[in-house]
T-cell receptor, first 116, second 114 residues
Framework: DAGVIQSPRHEVTEMGQEVTLRCKPI?????LFWYRQTMMRGLELLIYFNNNVPIDDSGMPEDRFSAKMPNASFSTLKIQPSEPRDSAVYFCASSPLSGRRTGELFFGEGSRLTVL | RKEVEQDPGPFNVPEGATVAFNCTYS??????FFWYRQDCRKEPKLLMSVYSSGNEDGRFTAQLNRASQYISLLIRDSKLSDSATYLC???????????????FGKGTKLSVKP
């Protein structure tokens, strides 16, 4: 079975450009999460969805970040305009309802973003 | 105090050694605890849950001390393939929202040498 699929795997862009990261969760999973990982701050939760509805976006750094989940099989994380401090690995993860109890998130391979 | 704290390491140990990692958490209402493993430049993956009574999975033993608010991971007879970063993860309500969620530590890096 396919796992969580993220694209692009790597993106290098210039400050001020718009960046769109994409995620396809595992089919049947109720929850979708966007995380950001840096050496300094570790893995931080940005936002998560339950059945396509955003539940908590308190981790989104600022208005430059937005996330959508138009259907159960697709989500986007957009940064506009991008800044060098946004450089990080962005992970998408999904989990079934039971994952709330088992603690198991299934992560994609991540999108490594570099903003010059 | 950070919500979940870990010694970043690195822990450099020879093959066959026993190594232990600790992790402390700040919210006494935390409900569930886990260890994840993350290989270099890869995504995190669940290693094991941590139960109140302690639990073992092969060479790995996890323990929870609620009174002192820490969890531990013990690896016996370490292998080269155990080299990775080990993330302590805590689930609790009121973390980041009304439904609660998983909070990850920054991880402890383990390097097992021949």
């Amino acid at each position: 079975d396919a796992g969580v699929i993220q694209s692009p795997r790597h993106e290098v862009t210039e400050m001020g450009q718009e960046v769109t990261l994409r995620c396809k969760p595992i089919s049947g999973h109720d929850y979708l999460f966007w995380y950001r990982q840096t050496m300094m701050r570790g893995l931080e939760l940005l936002i998560y969805f339950n059945n396509n509805v955003p539940i908590d976006d308190s981790g989104m750094p600022e208005d430059r970040f937005s996330a959508k989940m138009p259907n159960a099989s697709f989500s986007t994380l957009k940064i506009q305009p991008s800044e060098p401090r946004d450089s990080a690995v962005y992970f998408c993860a999904s989990s079934p309802l039971s994952g709330r109890r088992t603690g198991e998130l299934f992560f994609g391979e991540g999108s490594r973003l570099t903003v010059l | 105090r950070k919500e979940v704290e870990q010694d970043p390491g690195p822990f450099n140990v020879p093959e066959g050694a026993t190594v232990a990692f600790n992790c402390t958490y700040s919210n006494s209402a935390s409900q569930s605890f886990f260890w994840y493993r993350q290989d270099c430049r890869k995504e995190p993956k669940l290693l094991m849950s941590v139960y109140s009574s302690g639990n073992e999975d092969g060479r790995f033993t996890a323990q929870l001390n609620r009174a002192s608010q820490y969890i531990s991971l013990l690896i016996r007879d370490s292998k080269l393939s155990d080299s990775a970063t080990y993330l302590c993860v805590v689930f609790g309500r009121n973390y980041g929202g009304s439904q609660g969620n998983l909070i990850f530590g920054k991880g402890t890096k383990l390097s097992v040498k021949p």
